[in-house]
C-alpha cells in the first residue's frame, strides 16, 4: 500500500513537471537548498479543530527542495496527551508531503500530495493545488481532495503581507477561510448535540487570523514568534467543530514560536 502511495505522489509531480516546463537556459543555475524549523505551540489546531488541550506541542519540520520539487517530513509530538493517565510525551502524527512548484509571471503555481500518517485514526491522503498572485496580499487559492479516508473536498483562500521592521525583521500578518465538501456518508452534518443529522457536511468552515514577527538571528537562522486566533464560520462549522474538538469549543486563540534554519 505504501509503495502504491509513493507511485501516486511520484506521478503527480512528474505531471506537474510536464506541464509547467522550466525555460530559460541562461538563467542562473538552482542549487538544492534545505530547511529544518523546529516549532513549539500551546495548542495544535488544524482547519478549524483542536487536537490537543492543555499542553505544549513540539512540530519539527524539514524540507528539501530543487529545481521546484521539494520534500516536507513534519511531525506533532504532544508533550502531555489530554485524556491519558500517564502523563507522557507522545509522537501522534507523521506528514509526507511530495510538491512541485512553478512560477508564470505574477502567478506562482504548485501542487502535490500529502500522506498523513496518524497515532490513532485513519491515516489520510490528499492531493493539492495552489496559485499565488504575487502582489499586494498574495492572494492564495488552494485546493485539496481527500482520497482516502472520509473523501472530500477543502478549498481555501488565503492573504498575507509583511512589513519591513528594523534590522532585517518583518511583521508578518495573515487570514484565510475554508469550505469543506464531503463525499462521505461518514462525514456528515451534526445537531448542536453533537448527533449525525445524515446529510453529508458541506459548508463554510473555519476563519484562521495569526500576526507574527520574523527576526533573523544570523545568515541562515531566523525565529519567528506567532499568535493565531481560529472560528467557525457557520453555524453548522460550529457544532461540528465544537462536537470534534477535545474543548467542546469552536474557537480558540494560540501562539507559538518557530526556530528555522535554512541552507
Known sequence: MKTRLLAEAFLLVLTLSIAFPRYGAAEEEEKPAATVDVAAFSKYVWRGYELSKDSVVIQPSATVAYKGVSLNLWGNMDTDVHGDERD?????????????????????????????????????????LCATVNTFLSPTISVYR??????????????????????GITFDLAGSVGYYSSDDNDFTEVDENGNSTGERYRAFHDGKISAGLTI????????????????????????????SSISDKSDFFYGGVTVSFSF
Open 88 to 128: 507522557e510525551a507522545k509522537w501522534n502524527e507523521t506528514d509526507l508531503t511530495l510538491a512541485y512548484e512553478k512560477s508564470i509571471g505574477i502567478i506562482t503555481l504548485s501542487g502535490g500530495f500529502i500522506y498523513y500518517a496518524l497515532d490513532g485514526a485513519d491515516d489520510s491522503r490528499e492531493f493539492y
Open 216 to 243: 533573523p538571528l544570523m545568515q541562515y537562522l531566523s525565529v519567528s514568534p506567532t499568535v493565531a486566533y481560529t472560528f467557525p464560520l457557520s453555524g453548522k462549522a460550529d457544532d461540528l467543530i465544537t462536537s
Open 146 to 167: 481527500e482520497v482516502a479516508h472520509l473523501p472530500s473536498w477543502y478549498l481555501s483562500f488565503g492573504v498575507s503581507h509583511s512589513f519591513e521592521l528594523a534590522k
